[in-house]
């Protein structure tokens, strides 16, 4: 299998948008009452919080020995 670079922005993201998934899904069922306006702050939210995950992980310092990484020039 090839392997892939991973993208926490994107993880977190997803994490946001299940929890939305789930608080509409309890309200669907009866379990709580969630007003219709709830769903764009998280949105907001985790999109936000997903930009700033991102943005640390992209400046973060690179190791030179992992596969796929840049070689010094000759």
Same mark, same amino acid.
């Given at each position: 299998m090839l392997r892939h670079e991973f993208h926490p922005g994107k993880l977190v993201a997803g994490l946001f948008l299940l929890a939305i998934a789930v608080v509409y899904a309890g309200d669907a069922g009866g379990a709580w009452d969630a007003p219709w306006f709830v769903a764009l702050p998280m949105v907001?939210? %985790?999109l936000l919080i997903a930009g700033v995950?991102?943005?640390?992980? %992209?400046?973060r310092p690179r190791s030179s020995g992992r596969a796929g990484g840049r070689r010094p020039p000759d």
């Open positions: 907001m939210v %985790g995950v991102a943005a640390v992980h %992209g400046i």
